[in-house]
């Protein structure tokens, strides 16, 4: 069984920081990809930000220059940090990553719980 467990979220002004992090645990052999998703009310949810095990990312045109991802691979963890927030930045984020239970295991996707993020005006 694999758990993404998210943390940092809340609530912030308008132009303020917040940084997320999440912690993969469980029976894991090797993650591949791991993002971050946001759903906002009403929304579908949509990509956010992706690395890859090896340090490449891909950030959304909506928040490029903006926010941040990285990872620590020997602590399964990924990172969000999120700068110049906007009130359209609030939505719930969600971990998101592509793991290995053993080394010959096919890749399987899971989810966090998702964190709150709002961002007041």
């Known amino acids: 069984q694999v758990q993404l467990a998210e943390s940092g979220g809340g609530l912030v002004q308008a132009g303020g920081s917040l940084r997320l992090s999440c912690t993969a645990s469980?029976?894991?052999?090797?993650?591949?990809?791991m993002a971050w998703y946001r759903q906002a009310p009403g929304k579908q949810r949509e990509l956010v930000a992706a690395i890859t095990s090896g340090g490449s990312t891909n950030i959304a045109d909506s928040v490029k220059g903006r926010f941040t991802i990285s990872r620590d691979n020997a602590k399964k963890m990924v990172y969000l940090q999120m700068n110049s927030l906007k009130p359209e930045d609030t939505a719930v984020y969600y971990c998101n990553a592509d793991v290995r239970v053993s080394p010959l295991s096919a890749l399987r996707n899971y989810w966090g719980q998702g964190t709150q993020v709002t961002v007041s005006s």
């Open positions: 469980g029976r894991i052999s090797s993650i591949n990809a």
